[in-house]
């Protein structure tokens, strides 16, 4: 009897954790998806990669995410021509954050969206050349 109150109390305590995971992935995932669309859609901005994965570090993320994400976003926005279909749950976040920043593009304007990304991608982004 006390071993099943033992593992409840760890499925208990392991739940709000693996939340805290999947709402930093969605929101790491957000942020790749952003600073590629800026680095298509703002002229003069550049991505650099290791930036990313110091992110996802910082975020405490699984090694490989960076690439998982990259290949992710890449995949469905080429119809399947670049990138890799990763797991269902991360193709969807990818959906749901394009689905976000093409409203808010849309909403701010594509030079407002992309100045305003200058201050919320600090250190994901930069100027070409810099």
């Known amino acids: 009897?006390?071993?099943?109150?033992?593992?409840?109390g760890l499925l208990l305590i392991a739940a709000p954790t693996?939340?805290?995971d999947d709402h930093a992935r969605s929101t790491y995932v957000t942020l790749v998806l952003q600073a590629?669309?800026?680095?298509?859609?703002c002229p003069g901005t550049?991505?650099?990669?290791?930036d990313l994965v110091q992110k996802a570090e910082q975020m405490h993320l699984p090694d490989?995410?960076?690439e998982k994400v990259r290949k992710a976003i890449a995949w469905m926005h080429t119809g399947g021509k670049m990138g890799e279909k990763q797991d269902d749950d991360l193709?969807?976040?990818v959906?749901?954050?394009?689905?976000?920043?093409d409203l808010n593009q849309r909403?701010?304007?594509?030079?407002?969206?992309?100045?305003?990304?200058?201050?919320?991608l600090a250190g994901l982004i930069r100027a070409k050349g810099g």
């Not at 959906?95 to 920043?101: C, I, K, N, Y």
């Not at 701010?108 to 990304?117: D, H, T, V, Y």
């Open 91 to 93: 193709m969807a976040e």
């Open 46 to 50: 550049d991505v650099v990669y290791q």
């Open 36 to 41: 590629f669309a800026a680095k298509v859609e």
């Open 18 to 20: 693996q939340a805290a």
């Open 107 to 120: 909403r701010l304007g594509m030079p407002s969206w992309c100045e305003a990304q200058k201050t919320n």
């Open 1 to 8: 009897m006390r071993t099943g109150f033992l593992i409840a």
């Open 64 to 66: 490989g995410t960076t």
């Open 95 to 101: 959906a749901v954050a394009t689905q976000a920043t």
